[in-house]
């Protein structure tokens, strides 16, 4: 069987927006590789990580490309709480698929930030399966150059899953032209006692509230850091580890300091 005939192309819709020629950097007998992540009914597992380059971290490979496929389930009454920093290599995506059991809850703050001609995603398929599950992801993203930052989120609430409480929210800031961020939220819902929301924006930096801080004597550049700190950090405020939450922002920080 051909490359080709076994990589996913741009015509399959959780692949639509992705650098599918960087997957041949890979090896073909592990792409199906799929690591779970179980969590026993009324326990909590959290899970913090930073993908940064290569020189940076061992946690992308040396061709530049990183992928990493989660399952995870939650059982009755668990709770799942996933946070990342997508910052380094030329095509990085982290692909999360959740089945939430009565009660559960699952929570996705992540953040993908790069330039030159790079593209990070996070792609998820939520399932709510029974009643009375939530579930909660925030995503932003911050590119520039000709980068690219990618947010495919699919929502899945089957007929018996009454009282569903499932949001996502998608953010994207373009610092410079040339660089793009794509979102595509979808909810397929055949539960009628349900309350399931998604948004997606993309723009740029705030000129009105840049306007303001300097009229306040704010120096530009400080002004400008201050915003997308601020705009990253949704994606932590339900991170109640302070520890953690600084170290994910210091990442994200680090990599913008490069291009601020």
């Not at 992705?18 to 690591?35: I, M």
């Not at 579930?135 to 609430?157: C, E, K, M, P, Y």
């Not at 793009?180 to 539960?191: D, F, M, R, T």
Request: charged residues 30%; glycine residues 10%.
């Amino acid at each position: 069987m051909s490359d080709a005939a076994t990589f996913p192309t741009n015509r399959d819709e959780d692949w639509r927006y992705s650098d599918v020629k960087a997957l041949k950097a890979l090896d073909l007998g592990t792409f199906e590789d799929w690591r779970d992540i179980d969590v026993a009914p009324g326990d909590t597992s959290r899970e913090c990580f930073v993908i940064t380059d290569a020189g940076e971290d061992a946690n992308v490979d040396s061709d530049g490309t990183h992928l990493t496929r989660l399952r995870v389930k939650v059982g009755d009454g668990g709770r799942c709480e996933l946070f990342g920093v997508i910052a380094g290599g030329k095509f990085s995506r982290v692909e999360i698929v959740v089945q939430l059991g009565e009660g559960a809850h699952f929570e996705l703050g992540g953040v993908t930030l790069g330039g030159r001609d790079t593209t990070r995603e996070f792609v998820t398929r939520t399932a709510h399966e029974k009643p009375r599950a939530t579930s909660n992801q925030t995503i932003r993203a911050v590119h520039w150059g000709q980068g690219t930052g990618n947010f495919l989120g699919r929502i899945d609430v089957v007929r018996d899953a009454q009282k569903t409480d499932a949001a996502q929210s998608f953010k994207g800031l373009l610092l410079e032209r040339g660089a793009s961020a794509n979102a595509v939220p979808q909810l397929e819902i055949y539960a009628d006692d349900v309350k399931c929301e998604h948004g997606a924006t993309v723009g740029q930096m705030d000129e009105m509230a840049r306007y303001y801080m300097a009229a306040r004597g704010i120096p530009p550049e400080l002004s400008r850091k201050l915003l997308v700190r601020a705009f990253i950090g949704d994606s932590f405020v339900n991170l109640d580890d302070e520890a953690e939450r600084d170290r994910l922002m210091d990442a994200a920080l680090f990599k913008l300091e490069q291009h601020l």
